[in-house]
């Protein structure tokens, strides 16, 4: 199957610095990469669609402004949490699709502590 | 909107054993279903992938059936190993293209050697 990696696998930072995590397609190019929280022992809620070349689209109840996501290239997508505060802590994945766009994809996870 | 319930929500057997887990979703319209196993602490691992023309996907000791008109799925687990051990989690997709997936909450389930 297509492969999707994301970097950090973990990241541990003080509250009020800014993170930024990768997503990237190895073998795929991905127009639309999707980026989801899971808080422990909760399921994946999907945060926002990451739409290579053009804003992303949110879900209701994500601040925009606090995930800011860049969707540079066909191949890599960031999430960029910024002023963390220790709410924000949680694991973060991506995901996409490669055409026919059928299975969907996943990347390992960043797991976020902020202290 | 889109909602995915999964039960139970927890489960342990003894190993060996046959078990079946359970999805439901609301809305019918669904363009595909993929099942996922999650290990603690980590990713997302794909197991079966149904296509909504689809009834049943098969992958070694793993059966997948989908019966749309109903919204339901179940995950079928024959000779459960303590490897199995994991959590379960059912996906929908609602259209065609390149939409995101709407997951239940996910079964975890243990197998007891």
């Known amino acids: 199957g297509a492969v999707v990696s994301q970097h950090p696998s973990w990241v541990i930072c003080k509250s009020g610095t800014s993170v930024k995590i990768e997503c990237r397609s190895l073998?795929?190019?991905?127009?639309?990469m999707f980026w989801y929280r899971q808080f422990p022992k909760q399921s994946l809620m999907l945060m926002a669609t990451?739409?290579?070349?053009?804003?992303?689209?949110?879900e209701q109840g994500v601040e925009k402004d606090k995930f800011l996501i860049n969707h540079a290239s066909l191949t890599l997508s960031t999430l960029t949490v910024t002023s963390a505060h220790p709410e924000d802590s949680s694991f973060y994945i991506c995901?996409?699709?490669?055409?026919?766009?059928?299975?969907?994809?996943f990347g390992p996870g960043t797991r976020l502590t902020v202290l | 909107k889109q909602e995915v319930t999964q039960i139970p929500a927890a489960l342990s057997v003894p190993e060996g054993e046959n078990l079946v887990l359970n999805c439901s979703f609301t809305?019918?319209?669904?363009?595909?279903l993929q099942w996922f196993r999650q290990d603690p602490g980590k990713g997302l691992t794909s197991l079966l992938l149904?296509?909504?023309?689809?009834r049943e996907q098969t992958s070694g000791r793993l059966n997948a059936s989908l019966d749309k008109s109903s919204g339901r799925s179940t995950l079928y687990i024959a000779a459960s190993q303590p490897g199995d051990s994991a959590t379960y989690l059912c996906?929908?997709?609602?259209?065609?293209?390149?939409?995101?997936?709407?997951f239940g909450k996910g079964t975890r389930l243990s197998v007891i050697a």
């Open positions: 995901s996409a699709r490669p055409p026919p766009y059928n299975e969907q994809f």
């Open positions: 996906a929908v997709a609602s259209n065609s293209g390149n939409t995101p997936l709407v």
């Open positions: 073998d795929f190019q991905a127009t639309t």
């Open positions: 809305d019918s319209a669904i363009y595909n």
């Open positions: 149904i296509q909504s023309s689809q």
């Open positions: 990451s739409n290579e070349g053009s804003k992303a689209t949110y």
